[in-house]
C-alpha cells in the first residue's frame, strides 16, 4: 500500500505549511507529488533583494549581478513559478563595496531596477507589494509606477525610503508611504488612492504626504470604508488632515503625529485639544483603538549574493 498517496492533499498541505522554508525545499526534492504541493507554499511569499555588501573582485561581482538579474527572471517568466506569488518584497541593501570595483557596485545598482520592474506585471495574482530603498532616476520610477498600475489584483501597496511617482488610481485596501520616501509629482497631486476601497491609510513624512492630501481632498468624497489612519504631518497639512476626519465616518483607530505644532503647559496641541497622555479615539469618539501588529521580520538572509526567495510563511505578517 503507498502510505503517501493514502494522505489527502489537503492534510499534506497543512503539515507542508507548518514547515520552514529549507523543510519546504527539502520536501520538493523528494517526489514529484510533494514537489506540486510545496511550490505554492514556498513561492506565496517572495523577497528580492540586493546584498548588503559587494567585496568580490570585479569579476566577481559581475558574476553575482548576472546570476541575480538570471534568477528573478527565471521565476517571473515561468508561467507555473509567477502565478503562484501573492505578495512581494523588494529590497535594495546594498551600500558598501570593494573601493577598488566601485564601478560595478553602482552597476549593480543600476542594472537591477531596469531589470526587474519590467518583469513585475508577469506577477499576475500578487496581492501585496512592499518597496524598500529604491532610489532610481525619474524614467525608471515612471516604469516602477506603469509596472504597479497593471498588477490586476494588487490591494496592498507599501513604500517605504523610496522615490514614487504618480499614476493611475489604484483599488488598494492599504497603503503606505513610509519616512524618507520622495513624491515624484513636483508638488502637484499623487494620484494613487481610491477613497471608496482604502481601509488602511499611513502616511509618513511631514511635507511629503501633501500631495497624497491634496489628491484626496481635490475628490472631496468621503472615504466610507477607512478604518485605520496614521498620519505623520507638518502643522501646515493640519487643515487637510481634519477635512480627511470629518470625510472618514466609518474611522476606527487614528495615529497622529505632528511637527511644529503649537506648545501649551500640557503639552504640544493640536485642534486646540491637547494630545499628551491622551486617547485621541476618546477625544474623537471613536472605539478604542487596536494596539498594531508588529511588523513581519525580514526572515530571508541578505548574503553577499542577496535574497531571491520565498520567505518563512509561518510568523505572522
Request: charge should be negative; hydrophobic fraction near 40%.
Amino acid at each position: 500500500m503507498d502510505y503517501l498517496a493514502a494522505v489527502p492533499s489537503e492534510l499534506w498541505t497543512r503539515i507542508f505549511e507548518s514547515g520552514s522554508t529549507a523543510d519546504l525545499r527539502t520536501l520538493s526534492l523528494v517526489c514529484t507529488r510533494f514537489c506540486a504541493l510545496s511550490q505554492p507554499i514556498l513561492f506565496r511569499h517572495l523577497d528580492v533583494m540586493l546584498p548588503e555588501t559587494q567585496f568580490g573582485t570585479a569579476e566577481q561581482i559581475r558574476a553575482t549581478c548576472d546570476e541575480f538579474i538570471a534568477r528573478f527572471t527565471g521565476i517571473a517568466e515561468s508561467p507555473t513559478l509567477a502565478s503562484l506569488g501573492q505578495s512581494l518584497r523588494y529590497a535594495d541593501w546594498l551600500q558598501q563595496g570593494n573601493p577598488m570595483a566601485l564601478n560595478e557596485v553602482t552597476s549593480f545598482k543600476q542594472l537591477v531596477p531596469p531589470a526587474f520592474f519590467p518583469k513585475l506585471p508577469l506577477f499576475v495574482n500578487i496581492v501585496t507589494l512592499t518597496l524598500w530603498h529604491i532610489d532610481i532616476e525619474m524614467k525608471v520610477g515612471m516604469d516602477v509606477r506603469e509596472a504597479i498600475d497593471v498588477l490586476p489584483r494588487l490591494r496592498h501597496l507599501h513604500i517605504h525610503r523610496s522615490r514614487f511617482p504618480t499614476g493611475e488610481v489604484l483599488p488598494l485596501e492599504s497603503f503606505t508611504f513610509s519616512t524618507q520616501s520622495e513624491a515624484d509629482t513636483f508638488g502637484e497631486p499623487l494620484e494613487i488612492i481610491d477613497r471608496r476601497t482604502i481601509r488602511k491609510l499611513v502616511l509618513h513624512g511631514a511635507d511629503e504626504v501633501g500631495v497624497f492630501l491634496d489628491a484626496l481632498e481635490l475628490e472631496g468624497a468621503d472615504l466610507p470604508v477607512l478604518r485605520h489612519l496614521e498620519l505623520h504631518i507638518s502643522s501646515k497639512h493640519v487643515g487637510q488632515a481634519v477635512g480627511l476626519l470629518n470625510r472618514s465616518p466609518a474611522l476606527e483607530t487614528l495615529i497622529l503625529d505632528c511637527f511644529k505644532a503649537a506648545e501649551g503647559p500640557g503639552g504640544s496641541r493640536l485642534f486646540g485639544l491637547p494630545f499628551r497622555g491622551v486617547s485621541w479615539n476618546t477625544l474623537l469618539g471613536l472605539p478604542p483603538a487596536r494596539p498594531p501588529a508588529p511588523p513581519a521580520p525580514h526572515t530571508a538572509s541578505r548574503t553577499t549574493h542577496g535574497a531571491i526567495s520565498g520567505y518563512d510563511p509561518s510568523p505572522a505578517t
